[in-house]
Nanobody, 126 residues
Framework: EVQLQASGGGLAETGGSLRLSCSVSGFTVDDYYVGWFRQAPGKEREWVAGIRWNTGTADYSDSAKGRFTISSDNAKNTVALQMDSLKPEDTADYYC???????????????????WGQGTLVTVSS
């Protein structure tokens, strides 16, 4: 059974940094895509970044590009999201998710993911 657990949220100032971590288990094959999403109060869940487990190929939303870095450590079974130059609009609950997919395309729709971790709250003060 695939399980994910997100951690690392907290409070940061504008311009500051936070590092989120997603611990993954139960991957029986390498063809998984792991994504980070966020959801602010009253808003839809939004894809932030994703990474293909077997190749390390990373993808970013326009809002994350240049500020966030997603990485995977297959030996430690973790996927990290380093968030720099934080803005108040980055405030949200952040979730990691995984989907078994052999396609080489990014997976941005939350409905496409079967496996989810619990959220971790990120608050950026102005």
């Amino acid at each position: 059974e695939v399980q994910l657990q997100a951690s690392g949220g907290g409070l940061a100032e504008t311009g500051g940094s936070l590092r989120l971590s997603c611990s993954v288990s139960g991957f029986t094959v390498d063809d998984y895509y792991v994504g980070w999403f966020r959801q602010a109060p009253g808003k839809e869940r939004e894809w932030v970044a994703g990474i293909r487990w077997n190749t390390g190929t990373a993808d970013y939303s326009d809002s994350a590009k240049g500020r966030f870095t997603i990485s995977s450590d297959n030996a430690k079974n973790t996927v990290a999201l380093q968030m720099d130059s934080l803005k108040p609009e980055d405030t949200a609950d952040y979730y990691c998710a995984a989907e078994n997919s052999v396609a080489a395309l990014r997976i941005t729709s939350p409905r496409a993911y079967h496996y989810w971790g619990q959220g971790t709250l990120v608050t950026v003060s102005s």
